[in-house]
């Protein structure tokens, strides 16, 4: 932690990738993401102020962390500031950060506490999400979809994201009528939530 806090250049990016090595086993993960470490809030800090390697590979190990279901609370709290981070991220970069960034925020989402913050306006992650099904393929479509699913079962989330204003509907449709595989399947899915809310109806139909 005090190195990736502290140093630059060759030093900075062997303790990064030495933290994902440990980071891959599942029984160091709840400690490598406890508050009192500090290791998360020293990983953001590098996410926020590096756009290469060691960017990348900081939000490799968020990544892994925030599949432990102990550390998504934390990881999703507004105070730790890594959500805002992972929108930057995703709005911006391409490529592996822009993955590791999505597979971050899908971990993120199962923990019920956080998708009300994830589908806020405030936070801004619904309108990156658009950009990136409506642009991208591959594991990074398919991510961002199952993220939306989850986003959508939360009821509070589901009138912002049916909105025509969002774009989100029409993103998903787009997204149907060009994919007959899983990617077209994720997209019906968060359509259908979507579906449930009356503000939606005369939209959607």
Do not use: C, Q
């Not at 005090?2 to 990016?13: E, K, N, P, T, Y």
């Not at 591959?138 to 989850?150: C, K, M, P």
Request: charge should be negative.
């Amino acid at each position: 932690v005090a190195v990736i806090s502290s140093d630059r250049g060759h030093a900075l990016l062997t303790a990064l990738g030495l933290l994902i090595n440990l980071s891959v086993t599942e029984d160091n993960r709840a400690y490598m993401g406890s508050k009192d470490l500090g290791l998360v809030f020293a990983l953001v800090e590098v996410v926020l102020s590096n756009r290469g390697e060691a960017g990348v590979s900081a939000l490799g190990t968020l990544w892994n962390l925030s599949a432990v279901s102990e550390n998504g609370v934390y990881m999703g709290s507004k105070d730790l500031g890594l959500l805002p981070a992972l929108v930057a991220v995703i709005s911006s970069d391409r490529g592996g950060a822009r993955v590791n960034a999505l597979g971050t925020l899908m971990n993120l989402s199962v923990t019920e506490e956080n998708r009300a913050y994830m589908g806020s306006k405030d936070l801004g992650l619904l309108p990156a999400l658009v950009a990136v099904i409506s642009s991208d393929r591959g594991h990074a479509l398919l991510t961002a979809l199952g993220l939306l699913i989850n986003l959508s079962v939360t009821e509070d989330n589901r009138a912002y994201m049916g909105s025509k204003d969002l774009g989100l509907v029409f993103a998903l449709v787009e997204v149907v009528l060009s994919n007959r595989g899983e990617a077209g399947v994720s997209a019906l899915g968060t359509l259908w939530n979507l579906s449930a809310v009356s503000e939606n109806g005369v939209y959607m139909g």
